[in-house]
């Protein structure tokens, strides 16, 4: 899990729960791994978006270089013809294939940008009613935590700067299993699997895997629950396989 | 639940005791060594396919292969070594490993620490609140403040 480091009015450290495209956007230094897994999955992460920028980014800066290098061969063709009107045709081709060159060295700088800017982390920073709302998380009751549920759940739109993850600590093991069930049922999609699964008790597991070896809930990323379930439901869900593939 | 970190090891156990490299278990099961490595540091997980395919290709049980059946060995100075961490704290939730909680808490992350509190709350896990209660922050001590409990007033030491 990734948690982000916030400090309270009051002065006091609290760490709430982000996804990692979240994380991306925050200062490294204010993330906390609760274990090895999450880190190496976010640099993962990191590592993958880079890869990508990088592609991009040669991928145009080869085509910048291959007009000016059209660019070049245009003047040397300039010299050898001679002729005023050849001359002027070949200042014509430079100066149009010399803009073309840095139309496309200023798209890239753009696409640059705009990468950077997607992971910057005043471009997307939490609003303070969503920063107040997580702090105050840990003195909500029962009631409240239910209420806040359903308004996710329901106008998600509203809550947009505040994920279900960051939430979920605090919520009563029968409301996660509540947002497992929706889940299942396909009624609620604005949680991954994997996040939501660490908090779901072992019984509505089980009543998971109970419907799962009958045959249904088979579009459910069982690879991503299988960690988490009980040593019974674990070898049950592999002699299901076993059997499917014989 | 699975501690994939153990997994990890038995698999490259496994793999070792039958003199393959990572390389060769990659190939037989169609994915990239860097597949392996992760496994077998518990970074990630093998899928359900490639579990099955694994069990034939060492020739042992689903419970060996994911230590199902292994006793759970902890250092109190350090709980999660070797181990995956959400294991370790289900494991204290549901009771398969018996720890000083308030001994071992500030081991803990923020999240993990709201685990072992809901656990609490929701009656699933007895620990000595007057050894707890004064290793808390008062955000967690609020949250506690809910259950029907007596709360001691260290400060004052009144009950």
């Known amino acids: 899990m990734i948690l982000k480091k916030v400090i309270n009015n009051d002065g006091t450290i609290i760490y709430v729960p982000v996804t990692k495209e979240d994380a991306v956007r925050e200062d490294l230094d204010s993330l906390v791994f609760s274990d090895d897994f999450s880190r190496d999955e976010f640099e993962n992460y990191l590592e993958d978006l880079e890869e990508r920028l990088e592609e991009e980014t040669v991928d145009l800066e080869d085509e910048a270089e291959e007009v000016e290098a059209e660019v070049v061969d245009d003047k040397k063709e300039e010299e050898s013809l001679f002729t005023k009107e050849a001359l002027e045709m070949g200042r014509k081709i430079s100066e149009s294939a010399r803009k073309a060159a840095e139309k496309i060295k200023k798209s890239t700088m753009d696409f640059s940008n705009k990468v950077k800017d997607s992971i910057d982390l005043s471009a997307f920073k939490s609003t303070s009613k969503s920063k107040k709302l997580m702090s105050m998380l840990p003195f909500l009751d029962e009631e409240d935590l239910n209420e806040l549920v359903n308004e996710i759940v329901n106008n998600p739109e509203d809550y947009k700067d505040l994920s279900l993850v960051e939430v979920l600590p605090f919520l009563e093991t029968e409301q996660c299993d509540k947002l497992f069930i929706l889940y299942l049922e396909g009624n609620f999609k604005k949680i991954s699997i994997s996040s939501l699964v660490p908090f779901v008790s072992k019984e509505a597991l089980s009543k998971f895997v109970d419907e799962y070896v009958k045959g249904n809930y088979s579009n459910v990323n069982i690879d991503s629950i299988l960690p988490f379930l009980s040593s019974k439901d674990v070898k049950r869900v592999f002699m299901y396989n076993l059997k499917k593939d014989d | ?159």
């Open chain 2, 1 to 159: 639940m699975i501690d994939v970190v153990l997994v990890g090891k038995k698999i490259s156990a496994l793999r070792k005791e039958n003199k393959l490299t990572q390389d060769d278990l990659a190939s037989k099961l169609f994915v990239t060594r860097q597949n392996v490595s992760k496994w077998e540091v518990g970074t990630t997980f093998p899928s359900l396919d490639t579990l099955v395919e694994l069990t034939k290709i060492f020739n042992v049980s689903i419970e060996e292969l994911l230590c199902l059946e292994e006793d759970i060995v902890i250092n109190d100075d350090d709980i999660f070594v070797g181990h995956n961490r959400l294991f370790i704290i289900n494991s204290i939730i549901d009771g398969s490993i018996k720890v000083d909680v308030p001994s071992v808490l500030y081991q803990m992350s923020p999240v993990e620490r709201m685990m072992i509190l809901r656990a609490i709350k929701e009656n699933k896990l007895q620990v000595e609140m007057e050894e707890l209660y004064p290793k808390l922050t008062s955000s967690e001590q609020k949250y506690l403040n809910n259950m029907e409990v007596a709360i001691y007033d260290f400060k004052k030491g009144n009950k």
